[in-house]
């Protein structure tokens, strides 16, 4: 939505939009449906795929997810984290490590490329260990 909005001119950037338009409160807001992360892991494991928890320590959204709570959705059923992530710290990517460890859940990575809109997150920047995908996508995965 915010990308059509710039492409149409009616505002300069996709935070302006978000800003003057599409935030709470805003005349063009529509509450989304916000699934649970225990409701979205059984979801995503019942139609096959494998769940991730994507930049837990991200700053914009608080100081994240915490070792007591991956336990929790590892209870549920969470396959891993998403470790190394280019906001994330060294420090905060040992921290992620060892938990997955603790927890027995895979330690990715990503770019977090949303297409060519969102500025340093190039694709294939950062990847996860071919070994990590292998082990988490098993006969699905080609390697290639």
Do not use: W
């Not at 997955?100 to 996860?128: E, F, M, P, Q, W």
């Amino acid at each position: 939505m915010a990308a059509g909005m710039v492409k149409a001119q009616h505002v300069a950037t996709d935070d302006e939009a978000f800003e003057r338009y599409l935030n709470e409160g805003c005349d063009a807001y529509v509450q989304r449906y916000r699934p649970t992360i225990e409701d979205a892991i059984v979801g995503i494991r019942a139609a096959g795929g494998v769940s991730v928890i994507a930049h837990p320590r991200h700053g914009k959204i608080g100081p994240g997810i915490t070792e007591a709570r991956f336990a929790q959705l590892a209870a549920v059923g969470l396959d891993g984290i998403e470790v190394d992530h280019q906001q994330h710290s060294p420090e905060v990517r040992a921290e992620l490590r060892q938990i997955a460890s603790n927890r027995g859940l895979a330690a990715t990575g990503s770019s977090d490329y949303h297409g060519t809109r969102k500025v340093d997150h190039d694709l294939g920047c950062i990847l996860t260990d071919v070994e990590v995908a292998r082990s988490l996508l098993g006969s699905n995965f080609d390697g290639s």
